[in-house]
């Protein structure tokens, strides 16, 4: 991806200089509606690999799957060992943006605005375990917003009445992603301290359906990213845009958990790599007001 931006950059600079047309200069403002993929770029966590966690419970260290991935839930149920799976894979998220963009000197560009994205769809696996009533339940969440600021390369065509630009960002960025799990049951690599666990859920059969615990990660920074896109002007003044944009943000975390039964068992925190933002395709409109002509 390096290298691609690099040569598209390289030739931006070179066509730029030689072309003839101008692109619209000064202010203009704008909005966008795009969507990320894979939101939280959590897609392998949720299909592949699960979460797991160490946890010394007194009597050794084991590893405990706090999330059950759908590709192992899928072998279950086809072995027979759960029912009733129902799966809908990686996390998409959908994103506003407002911009404020000041071109100027003929090819440069520079612009800020307020990015919002939200989950709309994905992320949520439900099952029984083949003996069972008990609903067993995985949903995830996702939101972020960021203020990014943009400085950037403009390439006009046709006149100026479309162009091509290329920018690279920084975004104080604001976000993360949570978790509600409904469980009676717990999984291990060996067996034993999920067993450990699972007592501590039930609490000697005063909880059989188990618990709910809301597990929230959220995180704040300074991101980097990228933009890279093409407008068109539809009327006078008024343009659309189609564009990618990337801003990605991450940091450790840690989630101390509430309930008390497993807290006791020794199941207190668990950690995680967190990733927020991501790459966006958007579509959206800007209006030129062109205050401020360099």
Known sequence: MK???????????????????????????????????????????????GLTQDVDLGFGFDKVILVEP???????????????????????????????????????????????????????????????????????????????????????????????????????????WELEMTRNYFSSVTGTAGSYLTDGLINGGARPNGTTETVEFKVKGIGMGYVLGADAEVIDNLSIFLEVESLVFTKMDQYEIKDAPLRAKGLVRFQKYIVVGGSFLRIGAKYNLGFGVL
Do not use: C
């Open 3 to 49: 290298k691609f931006l690099f040569i598209v950059l390289a030739l931006a600079v070179a066509l730029s200089f030689g072309a003839p047309a101008m692109a619209k200069s000064g202010l203009s403002v704008g909005f966008g509606i795009g969507l990320m993929p894979n939101a939280g770029s959590l897609g392998s966590v949720i299909v592949n690999d």
């Open 70 to 176: 759908e590709d192992s839930l899928g072998e279950a149920k086809n072995a027979g060992t759960i029912k009733d799976l129902e799966t809908s894979g990686p996390m998409s998220a959908i994103d506003f943006g407002l911009q404020v963009r000041y071109d100027m000197f003929k090819f440069f560009f520079v612009k800020t605005g307020f990015n919002y994205a939200t989950k709309v769809m994905g992320g949520q696996t439900s099952w029984k375990q083949a003996t069972e009533t008990v609903k067993q339940e995985q949903k995830w969440g996702y939101s972020h917003w960021a203020i990014p600021l943009t400085l950037g390369l403009n390439l006009p065509m046709a006149d100026g009445k479309s162009n091509f630009y290329l920018g690279f960002s920084m975004a104080y960025m604001n976000g993360g």
